[in-house]
């Protein structure tokens, strides 16, 4: 449908959250035309909300999907899957205003990315949203090598990097795509410094199960365009990611 986002009237409880979501999908890269689809997928869960006095607490995955059960049923033929609400649920979560989903069976993926998002908060000093930002923007990736056969990121090269962002950004919104490759440089970054540091490369990583070093001594954080290796103690080893941190 399209159109221009500031015509998209939202009533019901979440008409509170309208102005920062606007925002959120500026931030994110969507365009005028998308913004006002997603602005009036909100609408139309608002009503639906409002009808059943519900408030944004409520919004479980079940509650949901038979919010998406619903819009099918009245002809709906756009935004059916819980992939259509996701930018929604992800700012209210966000904002403390959702709640999470439930956790899912622990992977070997899950459990490095939780070890990733920590490393960002405690290390490098991100805020906890933007730290779990920057973790779901690397899943993909991960879930990727861990589904052809195991994360294997002693052998991890900025081919397969590059493969990556070459074969998933082009769909994307700009916004997302380039914070997809941020969040790369700065996961691929880390992983350079650490096993730098230890003289080693892939074992050191944060992102596996070793874990521990000494640290970067630039303390740079991800999306800024310094080396991390002038602070390391050793040359990098052939092959290895040596992306802006």
């Known amino acids: 449908m399209g159109g221009d986002p500031s015509r998209v009237r ?8 309208r102005e920062g979501f606007t ?13 006002a689809d997603q602005l009036r997928l909100m609408a139309h869960l608002s009503r639906w909300m409002d009808a059943g006095h ?14 998406l059960a619903a819009r099918r ?25 959702a709640p999470q989903p439930p ?18 908060v405690t290390e490098r000093g991100l805020a906890a949203a933007t730290a779990r930002g920057y973790a779901d ?8 090598r861990e589904d052809a056969g195991g994360l294997g990121l002693g052998e991890l090269t900025a081919a397969e990097v590059t493969a990556f962002v070459l074969a998933t950004c082009p769909g994307m919104p700009k916004g997302s795509a380039k914070l997809t490759v941020t969040a790369l440089r700065s996961r691929s970054a880390t992983c350079t410094s650490r096993a730098s540091s230890a003289g080693r490369w892939g074992s050191t990583c944060p992102l596996s199960p070793a874990g521990g070093w000494p640290g970067c001594r630039r303390r740079c954080k991800p999306g800024k365009s310094r080396h991390c290796w002038p602070a390391a103690t050793s040359t990098p080893p052939p092959g290895a ?5």
């Open 10 to 17: 939202v009533t019901g409880p979440l008409a509170v959250f």
């Open 23 to 35: 925002g959120e999908l500026a931030r994110l890269g969507y365009k005028p035309n998308a913004a």
């Open 54 to 67: 519900l408030e944004a607490a409520a919004l479980t995955p079940q509650v949901t999907g038979a919010f």
């Open 73 to 97: 049923a009245e002809g709906y033929v756009l935004w059916l899957s819980p992939k259509g609400l996701a930018p929604l649920l992800g700012y209210l979560r966000r904002l403390g205003e």
């Open 103 to 120: 956790s899912a069976p622990a992977t070997s993926a899950g459990l490095l990315l939780e070890r990733y998002r920590q490393y960002l």
């Open 137 to 144: 923007m690397v899943r993909p990736f991960l879930a990727g």
């Open 241 to 245: 990611v040596t992306s802006r941190c």
